[in-house]
């Protein structure tokens, strides 16, 4: 903490190795380290700086993923950091508690940043979260899960990954950079933070016994109620928080297993973008004895009915090839201008046979209507980022509120990091 009050973080992206199997070392990027960064934590109301030093011998970004903030410390393609530079965003937590992430976001380089190993966890807490019953000691019963997917040779050393449609696909998973991971447990509630940080993959998360999935939270925070599912579907860039009850000594595991059904693929395309997958994700091994947990709280947030009277304009958006709306990414051109302090409606559909994603910065939006129809309950609450099926429209409601800045946009984009590198995103000005 600053004299003013600020709370500081500082973050070194820098080149190093790490061994993903002893003695097998691999060229990596990290923050503050060979892979991954640190879990950023911060509260609504305090104001944040964090001082990025690029280390690297390239230059980066850093993008704090669902953070809304002002346009300039979005850390997008527009804020670059030179090798040997330094940047130092600050803003105010303005937004409920969320599992949020940071990331680069250099324009054609995002997935091979990513890929290499830039990638955090940024959590926001606020009063609301703070006084329900639930697990909250991290690392013990609140724990990050992120997951990516790697290619590695015989001997466990990190190699190159297949390429489909989708972008680069690896055979393996690593979670918070560890490859065959497993969770000792000592509680018989424990919340996991799941955060889909791999580059192209998407993953139908689930129990291996068959149990439902307790989510609780998706990208902007905490839903309603607890919903129980068959499986999580997370796209990359998007977060869940799930819950899961433990029985003393059991051993379950948190698989992925899609299918052309849930990813809304045709069999031969799915077979080539991991439409047809499965993986083993993190182990939990619980003690023959576990502290007792309360009953999840029945109410965990209010969520305010999608208000459509409030929108003063609507546009669309066509996800087609890699393309939105039949244009590239062009650096100079803002291709949307919104009104500061206006909601809008955004049709967004994917036109394509290919899924895609759409992500959107500055906003946690609503999503009210999948083709036509209410949405289910796990995407009726606050988020950043979905899943677009082929062949579906999805009606978002976005409230812009303040941070107007003509001169900086924010970006919209397809999660899919090698999509958005070829050009599958656009820019918009709040004004
Ligand atoms: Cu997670 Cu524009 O990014
Ligand atoms: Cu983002
Ligand atoms: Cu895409």
Known sequence: VDTDGTRVFSLDAQAGSTEFEPGEPSNTWGFNGSYLGPTIVAKRGEHVRVDLTNSLDEPTTVHWHGMHLPAEMDGGPHQMVEPG??????????????????????????????????????????????????????????????????????????????????????????????????????????????????????????????????????????????????????????????????VPGERIVLQSKMTPEIAGMQSMIAASNGGTDSFDVLELRAADTLDPAPAVPERLNTIPPVDETAVTTTRTFDLNGFEINDDEMEMGRIDETVTVDTTERWIVTNTSSMPHSFHVHDVQFRIASIDGAAPPPELAGWKDTFFAQPETEFELILRFEDYADPDTPYMYHCHLLWHEDQGMMGQFAVV
């Open 85 to 246: 530079a330094s940047w130092s965003p600050e803003w105010d937590i303005d937004q409920q508690a969320a599992t949020l992430w940071y990331h680069p976001h250099p324009h054609g380089d995002t997935e091979d940043h990513v890929a290499r190993g830039l990638a955090g966890m940024f959590l926001v807490q606020d009063d609301a979260e703070a006084v329900l019953d639930l697990p909250r000691e991290y690392g013990v019963d609140d724990v990050p899960v992120i997951v990516q997917d790697a290619g590695f040779s015989a001997e466990g050393e990190q190699e190159g990954r297949g390429h489909g449609f989708a972008g680069a696909l690896g055979d393996e998973l690593i979670v918070n950079g560890t490859r065959g991971p497993f969770l000792d447990v000592d509680d018989e509630l424990v919340r996991l933070r799941l955060l889909n940080a791999s580059t192209a993959r998407s993953y139908a998360f689930g129990w291996s016994d068959g149990r439902p999935i307790e989510l609780i939270a998706t990208d902007g925070g905490l839903l309603e109620a607890s919903v129980e599912l068959d499986r999580v579907l997370l796209s990359p860039g998007e977060r869940a928080e799930v819950l899961v009850r433990m």
